[in-house]
């Protein structure tokens, strides 16, 4: 720790990155500060910056709290650049002490505070080697390859081979669980321990507007692959490449969207203009904006908390962060909702009858007892949890289970098939699902993301007790009140204006064109308040740029152009959407004009969406990434930050810096992109 003025934010050493990051997450405490004296307000503050200690970048969301006699009496968190800010401090002596997962506890003792001083102390956090624990490798026929000799014994790092630990003769990259066996095993090469799970993403190609007019899609409002992402990039590392869903990343954000005026839950916005990484394309804005409706005015809740205690939730980054989430929703719950608890290990049970929203004491009391052990049952927690919900459905309410887990299910019904039909059909009884993600080294990203999916509900990765606020407390409404679900787009091109297009992300969401006239289909669903944004890129008629296709057709001519297609219109763009309790869609249609809009006057929303999509881009190496610059993309996104309520953009941009310094790292692996 030091006092006084703190590094650059932002000077990234490629290789200090890349080997101080890749490190097993330590636990670290989570701190609910309860003001415990109730005396006036003193005039002095403590304020300044949190920065890691090698590579000088700003540390975000640390906890940081203010002792006195080893009482807490204040506390705060850092924001996105770093900083943080206590007031209202009485004249007195005091202590400090920050705490961040996977760093080291800072302290400070006697910072002595007078009456209206306003102290700046800038902390250096050090990271923290985690120890290396007991670990076998074994071949795919289970024989033994290596076993470390002792357990939790401290990992020493090689000074000879930066980003390897060393111990009792073994050596192993920690983090995600990457080791290195000793070398006189030759059968043996660098085998991943690793256990996190992603669905392949191919990226959509370009469809050519004369043999594929229509594009059909289910809208996603989940925001875990952000998250998560952030989590890869903070340990230090570039994100895999298909745990980057560009779609969610732009649905992180809110977006500056009137509020919708008439009886439609949400309002439509398009909007086009010039593509930043093409210049000869153009990109087309779609963004949608759902109701917002204010906590006193959400329907009640009958809430089913299902709980995974089995033995791979015991790490502090998975069930400590799922008791320290939920209590923060318990805190907004109202007299008239419902809470119950169900957990799964060996078995499933049930822990805590339907409660009263006002019965917070005993709602907090059972979480608080919450132990990690045995399998993971989850087949069985799911039904249990489900049956609660029904047993005490609210015809009038929110019925919603809420699924913490990192998706490790291997008891029972674990199967991604056998999971998902058990959810479709319990969605039928109107109970939605909303599931959150916890943890890394075991986390079953594509099983989550499909249950979600199948249950009618949402699915956000929580890496961080602000993340759990913004998911359950902040954007509560979104996260819970569906106001519209099946929300099916489809658009139509004009040949006219338009030779070829790209949907943008929602690669597991595209449905085939008969799929949004028939209202069996299932499709997504819009939470209270959700923002909905999607981009396509588009070739114009007029470009002389080859897009493969297919020979001419032996029994069918070129169909010919109606009058419609001299209108001037670019495309047109339906949507369809149920009532939350209704089976019937309703039809809403658009159209949007083929208008040259230079990038200057484009909104902040249009900019702001480019960005995160380049950035996406660039993450994945994709084919259609152009001429994406890392410096051009950040540039852009400063640019169009506005007003930042909470702070979300600044920290997309300090991730952006970030990834740009890794992507440089691993340019020989073909991660990185233009410079």
Known sequence: MEIGNPPHPYPVNAKNNAMIRRLTLIPATLLVFILIAFIAPGTGSIKGRVS??????????????????????????????????????????????????????????????????????????????????????????????FTSERKNAPAVQDPNNPGTFINAGKSGYLGYGYYKAPADLDSFDDPVMNTEEYDKINDNAYKLVNNDPLSTFSVDVDRASYSNMRRFLNQGSLPPKDAVRIEEMINYFTYNYPQPTGDDPFSINLESGNCPWNPKHKIVHVGLQGKRIETENLPNNNLVFLIDVSGSMSSADKLPLVKASLRLLVNELRPNDRVALVVYAGAAGRVLEPTAGNEKTKILGAIDKLEAGGSTAGGA???????????????????????CTDGDFNVGVSSDAELERMIEER?????????????????????????????????????NLQEANKTLVTEM?????TIAKDVKIQVEFN???????????????????????????????????????????????????????????????????????????????????????????????????NTAVAPVTNSENFLFASAVVEFGMLLRDSQYKGESDWKKMIARAKSAKGLDDGGYRAEFIRLAETAHGLSKATASNGRAGTE
């Open 52 to 145: 890691d200690n090698v590579l000088g970048t700003p540390l975000s969301f640390v906890t940081i709290a203010i002792t006195q006699n080893g009482k807490v009496i204040a506390g705060a968190s850092s924001d996105a650049n770093g900083y943080y800010t206590i007031s209202s401090l009485n004249p007195g002596t005091y202590d400090l002490k920050a705490t961040y997962v996977g760093y080291k506890t800072a302290e400070m003792k006697s910072i002595v505070v007078a009456d209206g001083q306003a102290l700046t102390l800038n902390l250096s956090m050090e990271n923290a080697p985690a120890p290396l624990s007991s670990v076998e490798i074994k071949s795919e026929n289970q024989k033994l390859l």
């Open 381 to 403: 927690g799911i039904e249990l949890a489900y049956k609660t919900a029904r047993e005490h459905f609210l015809l009038n309410g929110n019925n919603r289970v809420i699924l």
């Open 427 to 463: 969605r039928k009884d109107g109970v939605f699902l909303t599931v959150l993600g916890y943890g890394m080294g075991n986390y079953k990203d594509s099983k989550m993301e499909k249950l979600a999916d199948k249950g009618n509900g949402n699915y956000a990765y929580i890496d």
């Open 477 to 481: 409404g979104g996260t819970l009140v």
């Open 495 to 593: 040949p006219s204006q338009v030779k070829a297009y790209r949907l943008i992300g929602y690669e597991n969401r595209i449905l085939n064109k008969e799929d949004f006239n028939d209202d069996k289909k299932d499709a997504g669903e819009i939470g209270a308040g959700h923002t909905v944004t999607a981009l396509y890129e588009i070739i114009p008629a007029s470009s002389d740029e080859v897009i493969p296709g297919v020979d001419p057709l032996k029994y069918q001519q070129p169909v010919k152009l109606s009058p419609a297609a001299n209108n001037g219109e670019m495309l047109t763009i339906k949507f369809r959407y149920k009532a939350p309790k209704e089976d019937v869609s309703k039809l809403l249609t658009r159209t949007l004009n």
